[in-house]
């Protein structure tokens, strides 16, 4: 669900001096890859799923935030799949509920910006850097 409040605006600073209530998650920019979570052979009918929802299900088990899913959240997407499929089946009725759980799941960047969700460029591995003796500074700094 998206949080009370203003949306935030992520290229202005903030007008406001106290803390906001709700601070950005932000989550590197890098595709999601895990295979525990795949779209299942057969619909729960026994019925092939779609093509279109194939391919909706691949985009959206990738999105960056992904990793941040609990067991609930994948078994909203996969409960979201059904709904999917249904539309792309031609049941345009479902149109509605769809984009409703689409936003629920930050699947657009207006989503996640009611979710506080931003997702950052991906920090290079740093080296790990051993702690210098204030001593052995000042001798390079006199010497």
């Given at each position: 669900?998206?949080?009370?409040?203003?949306?935030?605006?992520?290229?202005?600073?903030?007008?406001?001096?106290?803390?906001?209530?709700?601070?950005?998650?932000?989550?590197?920019?890098?595709?999601?890859?895990?295979?525990?979570?795949?779209?299942?052979?057969?619909?729960?009918?026994?019925?092939?799923?779609?093509?279109?929802?194939?391919?909706?299900?691949?985009?959206?088990?990738?999105?960056?935030?992904?990793?941040?899913?609990?067991?609930g959240?994948?078994?909203?997407?996969?409960?979201?799949?059904?709904?999917?499929?249904?539309?792309?089946?031609?049941?345009?009725?479902?149109?509605?509920?769809?984009?409703?759980?689409?936003?629920?799941?930050?699947?657009?960047?207006?989503?996640?910006?009611?979710?506080?969700?931003?997702?950052?460029?991906?920090?290079?591995?740093?080296?790990r850097?051993?702690?210098t003796?204030?001593?052995?500074?000042?001798?390079?700094?006199?010497?």
């Open positions: 669900m998206p949080l009370p409040g203003s949306k935030p605006q992520q290229d202005h600073p903030p007008r406001r001096r106290n803390k906001p209530p709700h601070e950005w998650i932000e989550v590197q920019d890098k595709p999601f890859r895990n295979t525990r979570h795949q779209l299942p052979a057969l619909m729960p009918d026994g019925r092939p799923w779609p093509e279109a929802t194939r391919q909706w299900w691949q985009d959206i088990s990738q999105l960056p935030h992904c990793r941040l899913w609990n067991r959240d994948w078994r909203f997407a996969l409960d979201t799949a059904l709904v999917a499929a249904s539309f792309h089946s031609g049941e345009i009725k479902q149109a509605v509920e769809l984009r409703q759980r689409e936003k629920v799941m930050g699947t657009t960047l207006d989503s996640r910006r009611d979710l506080r969700i931003r997702y950052v460029e991906p920090r290079p591995k740093e080296e850097v051993g702690v003796a204030i001593a052995d500074y000042r001798k390079v700094l006199e010497g």
